[in-house]
């Protein structure tokens, strides 16, 4: 494993720097906005607060959620009801001890979680990440601060570094073998449903039962606890909830064409001419065909070869983003383990092969290159839904690093060690 020459560290620093500089001058740009409650970070805030005034029962009472969001920023003059809390009763409590705190102070004490999530996350991946282990990791929270998705996270007080931190857990109890833990974790998570049961959804076709058993049992707890949040009568009427939400206001509050995924593709193809009908037989046809392809791949993963084990799990999340009901930018901060990986597979090879991962790196340095999400993000033409493209472009190239030569002498695969 070589180390990269000092040219090429110092031009890494400077692109990095670059991408931050760009980022800066955003927030910079939007701060005004940002202390009047344009942000998302508004949604998560207000159902704090009315959790913490005791009205846990009135969580999706949209008239409840505009009176306090009216309250805490009362200046949004484009904000003409309420914006919807939609996640899972139990993550409120993640927000709660904000709550105590005015909107201003909640969103930087907020951020600063997010920034001490992100400095946790280096301790955490190192030792399974051999090739990456001497970066210091100022360097690597440089580099998570250069990736857009992140910084949109963050500008806008969403939650997705907290599930990125879920699934690094849930990549190092795996790293482990501890498939109950990981279980555990991902269940966690699934305050992003779309985001996390895709993925508990491939580790029930592969038969992972120590992994789901930890997903089931921490499920169950998950609800009873959001059961002392909302009462039972309310979980049980979360889905319908849900439903009614992307019935009556998904087109207008999450538009599918702004989805970086199968379906925002999809939509963006046949929206013109098809009905709605047929464009979700073609959603499900393609997430159906994507998830059984990955299937197949998982058909390749061996007890001993570790690498293959984070590139399939690496695998599967892109698959879990690209088969998501909804999936906005700032998701793709899941990217980044993936990113990582990917990375320190390429590092581990012998620099004379390295132009051959062309494939897997180059999808990397787009993920990177902040002016195209702007692009893409820009008001008048809000194209988000072709990131899906860069998505499945990498989805395949790290199909085929995915080897499926069986060592000599293993006849059992990870799935039948467990």
């Known amino acids: 494993m070589a180390i990269p020459s000092r040219r090429t560290r110092i031009a890494l620093l400077l692109y990095l720097g670059c991408m931050v500089g760009i980022h800066s001058g955003i927030w910079f740009a939007a701060r005004e906005g940002v202390a009047t409650g344009y942000q998302d970070f508004t949604i998560f805030y207000s159902a704090g607060q009315i959790v913490r005034q005791g009205m846990g029962h009135h969580l999706y009472d949209e008239a409840v959620e505009w009176r306090i969001q009216h309250e805490v ?55 399974h990440l051999p090739a990456l282990q001497h970066y210091r990791s100022p360097l690597w929270i440089l ?16 939650d997705v570094i907290l599930l990125l931190l879920l699934y690094t857990l849930a990549f190092v109890a795996l790293k482990k073998n501890a498939w109950f833990s990981a279980g555990c974790w991902l269940a966690l998570g699934l305050f992003r449903f ?43 009427r979360y889905p319908h909830y849900i439903w009614s939400l992307e019935h009556h206001l998904g087109r ?19 929206s013109s001419w098809a009905s709605q009908s047929v464009i979700l037989i073609v959603v499900i046809a393609a997430s159906v065909g994507a998830i059984l392809l990955l299937l197949r791949k998982w058909h390749c993963i061996h007890q001993d070869e570790s690498q293959q084990l984070d590139l399939i799990f690496s695998l599967t999340l892109l698959v879990t983003l690209l088969v998501s009901y909804h999936g906005m930018l700032y998701d793709f901060t899941l990217l ?83």
């Not at 207008?252 to 046949?270: H, K, T, Y």
């Not at 790196?361 to 988000?384: C, G, K, M, N, T």
């Open 143 to 158: 580099s998570f601060l250069a990736f857009f998705p992140v910084f949109l996270t963050m500008l806008e007080g969403q």
């Open 73 to 127: 920023a009362p200046h949004v003059a484009s904000r003409k009801a309420a914006l919807p809390y939609m996640h899972a009763p139990y993550e409120v409590l993640a927000f709660l001890p904000f709550s105590f705190f005015s909107y201003g102070k909640a969103y930087v004490l907020w951020n600063l979680t997010n920034l001490a999530i992100l400095a946790a996350l280096p301790a955490l991946l190192k030792p």
């Open 194 to 236: 779309q985001l996390v049961a895709p993925f508990l959804l491939v580790m029930l076709l592969k038969k992972k039962w120590k992994l789901l058993a930890g997903s089931l049992l921490t499920a169950a707890g998950l609800a009873m606890i959001s059961a002392a949040i909302i009462g039972w009568q309310g979980v049980i």
């Open 336 to 418: 980044l383990l993936p990113v990582l990986v990917v990375l320190n597979r390429i590092l581990l090879v012998r620099p004379s092969a390295r132009s051959a991962r062309i494939g897997p790196l180059a999808p990397i340095a787009v993920f990177f290159f902040s002016p195209l999400y702007l692009l893409l993000w820009y008001r008048h033409w809000e194209q988000s839904n072709l990131m899906a493209l860069v998505v499945i472009a990498w989805a395949i190239a790290l199909s085929r690093e995915i080897s499926c030569h069986r060592p000599a002498g293993n006849s059992r695969s990870a799935g039948d060690a467990i």
């Open 252 to 270: 207008s509050i999450l538009p599918p064409r702004d989805s970086a995924n199968l379906r925002g593709l999809i939509e963006q193809v046949f």
